[in-house]
């Protein structure tokens, strides 16, 4: 079983940056493929990003591309989700997400964190 935890949201300005960390205990992370999802209010959970589990093959989202960052450390269990030049639309809810498939399916992801705010001001 892996418990994922993630940090990093909070209020930022619209151009700004931030970072999420997702912290994974509970099994063998270097095994796992990672995702970022995000939920706005009133809307669908979306994928944003997605990496292998060895680093080397990163996917995103077209909205984002050019603009997140999915990265992962083995050796401290955790991933990241660098997020730059913030829009008003990039404001939700982000889950990571833990599957042995490869895949963007949210069903598929077999481990959720509990979500990380992040907040956009104009």
């Known amino acids: 079983q892996v418990q994922l935890v993630e940090s990093g949201g909070g209020l930022v300005q619209a151009g700004g940056s931030l970072r999420l960390s997702c912290a994974a205990s509970?099994?063998?992370?270097?095994?796992?493929?990672m995702a970022w999802f995000r939920q706005a209010s009133g809307k669908e959970r979306e994928f944003v990003a997605r990496?292998?589990?060895?680093?080397?093959?990163?996917d995103y989202t077209e909205s984002v591309k050019g603009r997140f960052t999915i990265s992962r450390d083995n050796a401290k269990n955790t991933v990241y989700l660098q997020i730059n030049s913030l829009k008003s639309e990039d404001a939700a809810v982000y889950y990571c997400?833990?599957?042995?498939?490869?895949?963007?399916?949210?069903?598929?992801?077999?481990?959720w964190g509990q979500g990380t705010q992040v907040t956009v001001s104009s």
């Open positions: 990496i292998s589990t060895s680093g080397s093959v990163t």
């Open positions: 997400a833990a599957t042995r498939s490869i895949t963007v399916l949210a069903q598929q992801y077999n481990y």
């Open positions: 509970g099994g063998t992370f270097s095994l796992y493929k």
